[in-house]
């Protein structure tokens, strides 16, 4: 009888502790699916979680979010499990009040955050935020998780996703803002809209305001046809500009592309769900 080989995938997490869960893979590759289920069972997540839970391609900058059925080789590196959640509302409804496993998670992402400077909580808060760590050292019976990431749900930009290190890849007109390709910027994807810094001026453009979203390899950036590419570096937004009463296009180059395209759909999504803002 032939036995079937397992290996085994290193799935990164953001825990300093264990920052590695081991994930048996029979073959030489799986489905994104089946990773996840596997990498959120070893860190003892409930079944109900998983849909606010994700398997990425990177850790604290991830290029792309693997879906369901997005087949893994085993030889992937940096493919990490994260929270996959920009709603506080379902996060404390459905994570912190049934699942203290993906809690733990959600309070790890929190604390990277901080670290990585996308939260930035004023002194007052830190401090308060550190005094929550010290009574858990001191008091293992004290929530720490649960006072901590309340404090970090009501900080600017917990709901958003940022991407550092884009490009604006075509000229951009919008108003009165004329930002030329080659230009420098950092995109954060809120709850809102899409908020793009450049320079010393940010622009935001309401999710209600995008007609379609595209990405891929830009064969000619005068034409609208796009081809797929096993690396995406780009993504544009074609948006409606209220005052000229016509279409702009937003065209952005960052090895994240594909991650915020899935970050975009999911904001869409949620908007969608539920049209009024927490």
Not at 156 to 184: L, Q, W
Request: aromatic share 8%; net charge neutral.
């Amino acid at each position: 009888m032939e036995t079937e080989m397992h290996t085994k995938l290193s799935v990164a997490t953001l825990d300093e502790q264990s920052p590695h869960v081991k994930v048996s893979v029979p073959g030489e590759s799986a489905s994104a699916e089946v990773l996840l289920k596997k990498a959120a069972a070893q860190l003892g997540i409930k079944s109900r979680s998983l849909k606010y839970i994700g398997l990425f391609d990177g850790v604290e900058n991830p290029t792309r979010k693997y879906k369901d059925v997005d087949i893994v080789d085993i030889n992937a590196k940096d493919v990490s499990i994260q929270k996959w959640c920009f709603d506080v509302q379902v996060e404390k409804r459905e994570i912190m009040k049934h699942d203290e496993a993906a809690m733990k998670l959600v309070f790890q992402q929190a604390k990277a955050d901080i670290k990585n400077g996308k939260l930035k909580p004023t002194e007052e808060q830190k401090s308060k935020l550190e005094d929550f760590c010290i009574a858990e050292n001191c008091d293992p019976e004290f929530s720490v998780p649960m006072q901590y990431i309340y404090l970090c749900q009501t900080l600017e930009d917990y709901t958003s996703a940022i991407i550092k290190n884009c490009t604006i890849h075509k000229d951009f007109r919008a108003k009165a803002i004329a930002v030329p390709s080659g230009t420098p910027a950092v995109v954060a994807a809120t709850r809102q809209g899409l908020r793009v810094h450049v320079a010393n001026t940010t622009c935001f453009v309401s999710w209600r305001k995008v007609k379609s979203v595209y990405t891929g390899k830009c064969a000619d950036c005068d034409s609208p046809s796009w081809t797929r590419a096993v690396d995406d570096l780009y993504i544009m937004y074609e948006i409606y500009s209220v005052s000229n009463n016509n279409f702009t296009q937003l065209h952005i180059k960052s090895k994240q592309a594909p991650y915020l395209l899935a970050v975009t759909l999911e904001m869409i999504r949620i908007l969608q769900v539920r049209p009024q803002s927490e």
